[in-house]
């Protein structure tokens, strides 16, 4: 029996070896791996020394060659097969153990050149293993550490591996291959400044955990995280404290963290279900977090909660009074760690480059039954380079404005149809995921005066997520108070709303942007 090792990961490498000898396996290796095993003390045969050709072209060149694709796809039950074997005067190999030159970790380091990365992209390994996979009958092919101790434990107990057993280590390979192979298309993609969406898109990502379930529990669900430079998202977060995220857990907090992405002042965004339910923005953090708490301390509980600043033993002492499920802030004072630790069911995330937004050219996927629909990320608040436009006779004051760009931010993240109102840099009502806009506009209404009372949305300001299509929105901000409105813009009936608004004297502006989010 011979196995072939030629690997870049040399995790387990030498143990397995040693056990592979002890079985009376010969082992064939190539270039580090060789000196890997030699230096060992174990008997290894150069890969030179069964080509009978020298590695060339600085290894370029060292595995691709009849002697070895023979030897692996030889089929053993086909006597034509073996007939050529041996006039060729061809060794079967049997195991063949390759994990790819470093592709992933070489793109991913700060600086790398071009040249760098295709000097990484292998071309021996994965033609390698294409050939042992393909021959899974004969030959065990291994791409994954994790796997040694599986055919270690088969040979010792039938000296042979199972057929089921080559099959499951075959399909490994092409899952390896293909993830490298859209990893290298995907660089090569983004370093020629491809525009627009590629013909065939493949993806690739890395599974992060498998989950007792999805949105609920009768539904399957794991978590994956995306390769590349990726920072500020939940990929890169690190768990302080509780059990492990649910499927809903990272799904709603994602949508906390986009939102809060929009603020630079020290600011708390609390949400439930995706959708936000309290955004406070202040000179601190504790007074952040009692104007997100007072703008709905009934949907905030049980949610999640989301900061842009050290989490301190004040604001952590105010959270620890009701039931969140999550907080992620981007540190934690020794204080407040130790103050939300005493609750034993609460999630406690450190998310450094909190701040951080998604990179260009990011794409939103959205699975549809049979397809997949990809859109660039929504990165904009406003038009790039334009300013809102006054519609009205009425100017903003600058207070208006301020309270008005505050909920059109909150706006942007709630679902549509979508109605935020602000005031003094609080969330003060959310109407989100309505069938029609003004449900949604008397909703945000409601919850303000029932959380806040009626008085508080006198002088507020409202942000729809898209155009009005009727004036009746602007007259049930006129019933309720507020005094100014800011909207896309875009609706045959646009004058209707504004001479409305003119009417009851409310400053509206148009954004000329919509950020519907179904």
């Not at 592979?20 to 010969?26: K, T």
């Not at 794991?222 to 302080?240: D, H, P, R, S, V």
């Not at 609390?270 to 703008?295: E, F, R």
């Not at 609750?343 to 951080?356: F, M, S, T």
Request: hydrophobic residues 40%.
């Amino acid at each position: 029996m011979r196995a072939l090792i030629s690997v870049s990961d040399k995790t387990g490498i030498v143990e397995f070896a040693k056990e592979l000898v002890s079985l009376g396996v010969e082992i064939i290796s190539t270039g580090g791996t060789h000196k890997t095993l030699e230096d060992a003390g174990l008997p290894v045969i150069g890969i030179s020394d069964v080509t009978g050709f020298p590695e060339c072209l600085d290894g370029r060149v060292k595995t691709l060659h009849p002697n070895i694709h023979a030897g692996l796809l030889a089929i053993r039950a086909n006597e034509e097969h073996m007939k050529q074997i041996k006039e060729l005067n061809v060794d079967l190999i049997d195991i063949v153990v390759v994990n790819l030159y470093p592709f992933k970790q070489t793109i991913l380091k700060d600086g790398v050149t071009r040249e760098e990365a295709i000097e990484n992209i292998d071309i021996g390994g994965p033609t390698m293993l294409r050939s042992a996979a393909k021959n899974y009958q004969d030959v065990s092919v291994v791409v994954d550490p994790a796997d040694y101790q599986v055919v270690l434990d088969e040979l010792k107990a039938n000296k042979k591996v199972s057929l089921n057993t080559n099959f499951y280590l075959s399909s490994k390979v092409f899952e390896h291959t293909a993830s490298y192979d859209a990893l290298i298309a995907n660089y090569m993609r983004k370093e020629r400044g491809a525009e627009g969406y590629p013909e065939k898109l493949t993806l690739t990502f890395e599974k992060v955990q498998d989950m007792r379930y999805g949105e609920n529990p009768h539904q399957s669900a794991a978590f994956y995280k995306e390769i590349g430079k990726t920072k500020g998202f939940l990929n890169t977060a690190t768990q302080l404290h509780g059990k492990e995220l649910s499927f809903n857990n990272i799904n709603d907090t994602n949508g906390a963290l986009e939102l809060l992405k929009e603020y630079t002042e020290p600011t708390i965004v609390a949400c439930k279900h995706a959708n936000p339910c309290g955004v406070g923005s202040a000179n601190d953090l504790l007074t952040a977090w009692t104007k997100a708490y007072n703008a709905d301390p009934v949907s905030i509980f049980g949610g999640i909660v989301v900061a842009n600043r050290e989490m301190d033993a004040a604001t952590a002492t105010e959270i620890n009074k009701i039931f969140i499920e999550i907080v992620v802030a981007p540190s934690y004072s020794v204080e407040a760690l130790e103050i939300l630790k005493a609750k034993k069911n609460i999630r406690l995330l450190e998310l450094k480059d909190i701040e951080a937004k998604y990179a260009e050219g990011s794409y939103d996927l959205k699975k549809v039954g049979g397809g997949l629909l990809i859109q660039g990320v929504d990165n904009l608040l406003l038009p790039a380079n334009e300013e809102v436009k006054v519609v009205t006779d009425r100017q903003p004051t600058e207070k208006e404005m301020n309270d008005m760009l505050f909920a059109w931010k909150v706006v942007k993240y709630a679902k549509s149809n979508g109605i935020a109102i602000s005031k003094d840099e609080t969330s003060i009502g959310v109407g989100p995921g309505q069938v029609n806009r003004i449900w949604a506009c008397k909703q945000a209404i409601d919850h303000a005066a029932e959380n806040l009372g009626a008085d508080i949305l006198k002088g507020a300001a409202l942000a729809s997520d898209a155009f009005f299509p009727f004036s009746d929105c602007v007259e049930e901000a006129h019933k309720a108070g507020i005094t100014a409105i800011i909207q896309p813009g875009g609706s045959m009936r646009d004058q209707e709303s504004i001479d409305a608004c003119n009417k009851y004297g409310i400053a509206m502006v148009f954004t000329n942007m919509r950020h519907f989010k179904h």
